[in-house]
């Protein structure tokens, strides 16, 4: 293979692994948005959030919330805030 292909391709791989990682952090930064929309808004509006946000609460949202709670172990309140709102947002998926 020419020496102008092997750079074509390494660039090229270089660019898919830059769109996977802005991809990643695209989601992570709306998850970051919508832990901020449940924490500022009080316990009556949790459902309507819910609600709204529904197509946003994949499994992937639990996981990031999963590994932020894990990722407080300083922070014990941090840690059960993260805990109560997964398990409130899954109970509300599972049983609205």
Not at 4 to 22: C, S
Request: hydrophobic share 35%.
């Amino acid at each position: 293979m020419c020496t102008y292909w092997r750079g074509v391709e390494r660039w090229t791989q270089h660019y898919t692994h830059l769109q996977i990682i802005q991809q990643v952090h695209q989601e992570t930064k709306q998850y970051r948005e919508l832990i901020t929309q449940f924490r500022e808004a009080p316990g009556e509006d949790w459902e309507g959030l819910v609600a709204n946000n529904r197509p946003a609460l994949t499994g992937e949202f639990f996981s990031y919330l999963e590994n932020t709670a894990k990722a407080a172990v300083d922070n014990q309140q941090e840690q059960q805030g993260m805990w109560c709102l997964g398990m409130w947002c899954s109970l509300k998926i599972i049983a609205p």
